[in-house]
């Protein structure tokens, strides 16, 4: 059994359409499990990372940000950021959420809106 009805699923392409029509394209929002199933680590896995390679700033960290995200990637420059990144980034698989993201941008549903700064790899290269 579907989660969606053909009508709510018509509803949605309907309202879809509507927006781009009148030149507010759609925001969409895909989470973590987009690059998760691209093979890209989730936040909480790339941060001993930096602790390990970066260890001297991390130290000097308090021991609740040494676990955040944020906190730790403030450590690094942006080109440290990229070479932590970058690894991950080259390996990542293309998945059907990104697809459909591209599709999504080639059919004017939505603009991109830089919001996929560390992890634009796989969204590049969707078709």
Known sequence: MSRYSSQEIDEIADTLRSARDRAKPAHILFGAGCSRAAGIPLASEIVPKIGELYRGRWRGLTETDQQKYGACMKLL??????????????????????????????????RPHGKFRQFDGPRLRAP
Do not use: G, T, V
């Open 77 to 110: 420059s942006p080109n440290e950021r990229r070479d932590l990144l970058a690894p991950y980034l080259m390996k990542a698989s293309i998945n059907w959420a990104h697809i459909a993201l591209a599709q999504f941008m080639n059919e004017k549903f939505m």
